[in-house]
């Protein structure tokens, strides 16, 4: 999940990333159209040769005809530019506007160091040509100054080429903005109580990644929730029976019916012990809980060298104390191996089955606790000759308090929580615990464990 996260961020970052690098070119390409249209177009090669094609039809004219500007000025009519002749004294010879474009001994000197050709550099100048055989002068101002709305088509053009980004830009906000709405719609309606609260979006992007791990992170929390919800409700009911006893105890004691109170006390030490079991399962389970998903997904272990025999030895002498009135079958090989286990919690999971098997079970048969070495493992058998376990009951075999149809679950109150927990110490210990039941001939759990645990 933390790599898919990781690499569902990477394609987020380069996703934001060329979108913004997209922007930037759209961006420079307005800018450049932008910069086309207010050009000066009097700096384009082909207006400069225009206007040096102009001048010698003009400096031909002027030098044949010097006191007659009426063909020069016809000349310049047809020109789509304000212009302008003086001859080599700045007097005027014929002009196309009116006023005549100015011009002065100053700006004729500043043309002579321009090697006689001036373009202008703003949009207010004129551009100026000195003609080589008349050496009049030719002034003449670019078209684009004489646009007096140049300005309004520029603003017009900027803001097309905005509307343009932004309609662009709108799907890529919305396909982005949705879904984090529904992310944090969901997100407050899981903050307000709604365990049932769901993103919906099964996009597959990097959005979606994000969103189905939110959706996995609510599934584990109202399975969370839930169980710890069911857990309550079935230890409450554990614990009623064995208290309504004692209660029934304490009042015929207190009634004075000595002999009634004599027989209910043998039960009430039995209550005892069971209530005593059920908190410390109940107990070690929420160890597990609160440090699971750490140290790879394990709760800690209090790892110790310790014989199986020795474990079996504890377990047989803890069933026989727990269960004086039943037979117990122990058989262990001559070199039993030393584990690197938990010393405590295997045998609460060797005990927890032991406990079953005298549950579901018949007073008359025996318990049967075989230890046996298979490979890198050790395994515990325990098999019991009761009423066996249905088919359609295995796979709930090991949920904490299930309960089936069949006369065990009636009689007995279901699984309770000795096999689940059972279960979650094998795991961490890094084996497996498997059962194989058939009706009315019992059961048998197989705990196997690797003789090292690093």
């Not at 609260?197 to 929390?221: C, N, P, V, W, Y």
Request: aromatic share 4%; net charge neutral; glycine share 6%.
């Amino acid at each position: 999940m933390k790599n898919r996260l990781r690499r569902a961020g990477s394609r987020l970052f380069w996703r934001i990333y060329m979108h913004g690098i997209g922007l930037l070119v759209l961006t420079s390409v307005a800018v450049v159209t932008v910069g086309q249209f207010i050009r000066p177009i009097d700096s384009h090669p082909r207006h400069r040769r225009s206007i040096t094609l102009l001048a010698e039809r003009l400096d031909h004219l002027v030098a044949e005809m010097p006191r007659d500007g009426s063909r020069v000025k016809v000349l310049l009519e047809s020109l789509p530019v304000d212009a302008t002749v003086y001859d080599v004294n700045d007097t005027m010879v014929a002009s196309n506007c009116d006023p005549p474009l100015p011009w002065s001994a100053e700006q004729h000197a500043m043309l002579d160091r321009n090697a006689g050709f001036q373009l202008p550099q703003k949009p207010d100048a004129i551009g100026a040509m000195t003609l080589s055989r008349s050496y009049a002068v030719l002034v003449w101002k670019p078209p684009w100054s004489q646009d007096e709305d140049r300005w309004r088509r520029i603003v017009t053009i900027i803001l097309v080429m905005l509307s343009i980004l932004t309609i662009v830009s709108l799907p890529l906000a919305r396909r982005i903005a949705n879904p984090i709405d529904s992310l944090i719609a969901a997100a407050q309606r899981l903050g307000s109580g709604d365990l049932r609260s769901r993103t919906g979006i099964t996009s597959r992007d990097d959005i979606g990644d994000l969103a189905r791990a939110f959706d996995e992170m609510a599934d584990r929390i109202e399975h969370l929730l839930r169980s710890e919800k069911e857990m309550l409700a079935n230890v409450s009911h554990e614990l009623r029976t064995p208290l309504a006893r004692m209660r029934v105890a304490l009042e015929l004691a207190g009634e004075g019916d000595s002999v009634a109170a004599k027989r209910y006390m043998g039960e009430v030490a039995t209550d005892i012990g069971e209530l005593e079991r059920l908190v410390e399962d109940v107990l070690t389970t929420a160890r597990f809980e609160l440090t699971d998903g750490r140290d790879g997904g394990l709760p800690p272990l209090r790892l110790e060298h310790v014989g199986s025999d020795a474990i079996v030895r504890e377990a047989a002498s803890r069933f026989a104390t727990a269960h004086p009135q039943r037979k117990l079958d122990v058989q262990t090989p001559t070199a039993a191996p030393v584990l690197k286990a938990d010393r405590v919690l295997l045998r609460r999971a060797v005990d927890n089955l032991l406990d079953n098997a005298a549950k579901y079970s018949d007073t008359e048969t025996t318990v049967e606790l075989r230890l046996l070495l298979e490979g890198a493992n050790v395994v515990f058998t325990v098999r019991d000759h009761g009423v066996g376990i249905p088919a359609s009951d295995m796979e709930n075999l090991f949920t904490p308090f299930f309960r089936g149809d069949r006369s065990r679950s009636r009689v007995t109150g279901g699984f309770g929580l000795g096999l689940a927990l059972a279960r979650r110490i094998v795991e961490a210990h890094r084996g497996t615990l498997t059962a194989h039941s058939k009706l009315n001939e019992g059961t048998t759990f197989s705990l196997s464990v690797p003789v090292h645990i690093e």
